[in-house]
């Protein structure tokens, strides 16, 4: 693509780099295809190429954001389908995460949304603001319709009950049982911790049974993923060093072989700190170290080598396996998942248009509500056509968005793993744990 920043944008380091991945697009439209607003929407502006000229002409402007391309690059879910299929390797997740920052920085939105984004940004980061929020949307829920338009998504999607804090989620080590094969520093992802503790104590059990030392770092957090995705950069830097800090001082201490992360979307993120903090002196170095440290938690058992399944009587299920976007298209993680699922004695099956977001997408099913439900009433329809016995998945936002109207129950990988190899039964599957695969398949 054909761009002419003068000189004096281009000294921008920001600028610099979005004209190299602009140049890089040859506008041949296969992106099109799988891009799952483009596919709903069916307008062009909708789509990868489209947001692509939008951000274009919105970075070689005056400075002037106009509100059309505010409403499409809202649009998209930074699901990366359009980065899958883009055969000149495009690096659209950098560009979009640009034109958000630039977004918020050059853009008043209405009062309303400005609000609504920074109620998020500042919440969903701070697991005990989390928690009261979540508390108070139960309390709401029956007075939800008397509420402001903007606050129902997150009313809905709100369980009518929180978990207690759990032990697992603060500062700790998790000796390796047996001999140590490796030692690993946990991220305590902050809206799972809250929502779903579960999912950590299965991770901390599957790795230390694998050899793996755990350690919850003392200062490690939130990694700034969904402040970056907001827009909100100032912040989601500002969680990005921090976690650097505690971990490059844990890696000097105590020795880290990998952070390994157990919500894909956090990984992507994680992933690419090294880039984000690319113009930062005090920083650059050290986060592409820990950038490189980064794994998901599938890649970190892969390398170990899964137990054999200890309980094979209980695991026979057909489980449909929901590869979130950030894993698929973000991490570029395909079959490795998949291929634990299968050596733990489960049947893992792949869902009808895979490459389709659920409509999570962070904070996407809270602010675009109506994309995000159409998106998610698709994926459960693709799901039910496997006809499985449970869903599994690497994400926390899918899950939360699946199993609000799931028919069948929707887990972590990793609790299916961990009950494989001798851990207890997924809290989701108390009803179908010791019992064989339902009848209804071979109806
Ligand atoms: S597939 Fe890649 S090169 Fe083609 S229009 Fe899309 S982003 Fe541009
Ligand atoms: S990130 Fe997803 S929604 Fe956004 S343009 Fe790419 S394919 Fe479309």
Request: aromatic share 6%; glycine share 8%.
């Amino acid at each position: 693509m054909r761009t002419d920043f003068s000189a004096e944008q281009l000294a921008d380091p920001d600028i610099a780099a979005s004209e190299k991945v602009l140049r890089t697009c040859t506008h041949c439209g296969f992106c099109t295809a799988t891009c799952p607003t483009y596919v709903l929407l069916g307008d062009e502006l909708d789509s990868p190429r489209g947001r692509i000229y939008l951000i274009k002409d919105m970075l070689a402007g005056s400075g002037q954001v106009p509100a059309e391309t505010v409403k499409h690059v809202d649009r998209c879910l930074s699901c990366l389908a359009c980065m899958t299929t883009c055969p000149s390797g495009v690096n659209y997740m950098h560009l979009v995460d640009h034109a958000r920052r630039w977004i918020e920085e050059h853009y008043r939105r209405p009062w309303g949304e400005r609000a609504l984004r920074m109620f998020l940004g500042a919440v969903l980061s701070r697991p005990w603001l989390f928690r009261l929020a979540l508390r108070g949307a139960a309390l709401a829920k029956p007075f939800s319709s008397f509420l402001p338009r903007q606050l129902i998504p997150m009313i809905e999607l709100a369980p009518s009950s929180v978990p207690p804090p759990v032990p697992i989620n603060r500062p700790s080590i998790f000796a390796a049982a047996g001999e140590r094969r490796m030692r690993a520093a946990l991220l305590p992802v902050c809206v799972q911790k809250v929502l779903a503790p579960e999912i950590n104590e299965a991770t901390i059990r599957l790795l230390t049974r694998h050899g793996c030392e755990v350690v919850v770092v003392p200062g490690s957090g939130c990694c700034g993923s969904l402040a970056h995705h907001l827009g909100q950069e100032t912040a989601a830097l500002a969680f990005a060093r921090a976690n650097i800090d505690a971990w490059e001082r844990e890696r000097l201490g105590g020795g880290l072989d990998a952070i390994v992360i157990n919500a894909s979307g956090c990984g992507t993120t994680v992933k690419d700190y090294g880039f984000m903090l690319r113009e930062d002196a005090a920083y650059a170095e050290k986060a592409a170290r820990i950038a490189a440290l980064a794994k998901d938690v599938t890649e970190v058992i892969g390398t170990l080598g899964l137990s054999p399944p200890r309980s094979s009587a209980n695991v026979q299920s057909r489980v449909a396996y929901h590869s979130a976007c950030s894993m698929q298209h973000g991490q570029r993680l395909h079959s490795g998942p998949k291929a634990l699922l299968e050596a733990a004695g489960f049947e893992p099956v792949d869902v009808p248009e895979g490459h389709l977001c659920c409509g999570s997408a962070g904070t996407y099913n809270l602010l675009q509500p109506e994309i995000a439900s159409a998106l998610r009433d698709r994926k459960l329809a693709n799901i039910a056509a496997t006809r499985p016995d449970v869903v599994a998945t690497g994400n926390i936002g899918c899950i939360t968005q699946l199993a609000s109207r799931c028919e069948v129950p929707v887990v972590h990988t990793v609790e299916l793993l961990d009950w494989a190899t001798g851990g207890p039964a997924p809290k989701a599957l108390a009803g179908l744990a010791g019992s064989p695969a339902r009848d209804h398949r071979d109806q």
